[in-house]
C-alpha cells in the first residue's frame, strides 16, 4: 500500500514506519493523522511483525502539527453568523483533537512494543509522538521542545 507520509516495510518480523516527507520536515499534515494509526492498527491486529520501528528521513524527526490542519476560514459578518461559525469551529477543533488524540493512543494501545528513534528535532506534536511510544533511541543530536 502507498502511503502520502510514510514509508512501510516488514522484514524479519520488525515493521518499519518511516517518515518520508523531508522537504516538509516531516510535518504532521491531515492525512498523518489517518496514514499513521491505520498502519500500526494493521499490523498489530494481524500480526504482521514482533515490533513496529518508527523512525523518519531528513534533518528533523518531525516539525510537528503542520499549522494548516488548524487553520481557520475568513471570518462572516453578522453577530449571528458569527456565534454559530464560532459554534462550527469549536465542534470542528474538538473532533479534530479527537482524531490525532486516536493516532497516539493506536501506539499506546499496540499489543507489540513500539520503538521511536530520533534525530534532530522532535517538535511539538514529535514530543507526543515520542512519548506514545514505548522506547525512545535517539541521535547526539537530537532534542526536544514544545513551542
Known amino acids: ?8 516495510s516488514i522484514e524479519d518480523q520488525i515493521a518499519h514506519i518511516v517518515l518520508n516527507r523531508p522537504e516538509a520536515m516531516n510535518s504532521m499534515i491531515l492525512s498523518f493523522w489517518d496514514e ?12 504482521r511483525a514482533r515490533v513496529i520501528v518508527i523512525s523518519s528521513t531528513g534533518k ?6 503542520d499549522l494548516g490542519v488548524i487553520a481557520g476560514a475568513a ?17 470542528a477543533f474538538n473532533a479534530n ?8 493512543s493506536a501506539l499506546e494501545e499496540a499489543r507489540i512494543p513500539v520503538l521511536v528513534a530520533i534525530q534532530g528535532g522532535a517538535i511539538g506534536g514529535g514530543v507526543d509522538l515520542a512519548t506514545a511510544c514505548d522506547m525512545r533511541y535517539c541521535t547526539a543530536d537530537a532534542f526536544f521542545t514544545i513551542y
Open 60 to 65: 528533523h524527526f518531525t516539525s510537528g502539527l
Open 36 to 47: 499513521l494509526p491505520a498502519i500500526v492498527e494493521d499490523i498489530d491486529r494481524n500480526a
Open 75 to 91: 471570518e462572516p459578518e453578522g453577530e449571528e453568523a458569527k456565534r454559530i461559525a464560532g459554534l462550527q469551529r469549536a465542534a
Open 97 to 104: 483533537v479527537k482524531r490525532m488524540q486516536h493516532t497516539f
Open 1 to 8: 500500500m502507498s502511503y502520502e507520509c510514510f514509508d512501510v
